[in-house]
């Protein structure tokens, strides 16, 4: 693939668009599919009354329906840019139109060259033709050009919030029939090893009723 080190190609920037969301397609089917055998696993977990584990697993599906929301985000700005290509390819610089788009598959080539190395390859056609200072300027201060949603989902490592957890359980029991309703006890709240009282998060304060 010499032609990628010898400036922006045109004519590569379409099929390379095509073949990204194709891959993307496939990606998302497949991880659909593995997300539809995980929920049944969980209702099973939840029928034998396994509910921690039952929480593990759905922090993980949580996660991947989260994956699963960037790759529909990234299809559709691969189908935007194919849309608006005359703009991509005619105009000299970034035109505002299209420049969400461009600085997500740029930011998203990067990122994700190993899952998806179309959208590698249009990162380095995105580099050639507007220059590498600005795409190292996406990927250092991506904040102020990705859609801050695509962002999180793409680089966030937090653990998925508890009542959100709590939601996904609830839902996968009524899909498949589970008598299954949250315990007060599921979430304990820490309490404190020597006082015996409900423990803060460090640096906040005591709950008045315990101060007093």
């Known amino acids: 693939m010499s032609w990628l080190f010898g400036g922006f190609s045109a004519s590569k920037i379409k099929p390379q668009l095509k073949m990204a969301a194709q891959r993307i397609t496939l990606h998302i089917n497949k991880r659909t599919n593995a997300i539809k055998k995980q929920k049944r ?46 703009v991509v390819t005619n105009e000299p610089e970034l035109k505002p139109e299209v420049a969400e788009a461009v600085c997500s598959l740029l930011y998203a080539g990067w990122l994700m060259a190993s899952e998806v190395p179309e959208l590698g390859t249009l990162n380095q056609l995105f580099t050639a033709k507007y220059g590498k200072p600005y795409a190292a300027e996406v990927i250092e201060n991506k904040e102020k050009y990705l859609n801050y949603r695509l962002l999180r989902m793409l680089t966030s490592t937090q653990v998925p919030d508890p009542t959100v957890v709590e939601l996904y359980l609830t839902e996968i029991a009524k899909a498949y029939g589970v008598d299954w309703t949250p315990r007060p006890s599921a979430i304990p709240q820490p309490i404190s090893s020597t006082i015996g009282v409900p423990l803060p998060l460090p640096g906040a304060p005591m709950p008045q009723a315990a101060a007093a």
């Open 41 to 86: 696993e969980v209702a099973e977990l939840l029928a034998k009354n396994k509910e921690e584990k039952a929480r593990i697993r759905v922090e993980h599906i949580i996660r991947e329906d989260y994956t699963l929301e960037s790759y529909e985000l990234l299809r559709q700005y691969a189908d935007l840019i194919l849309a608006r290509l005359n």
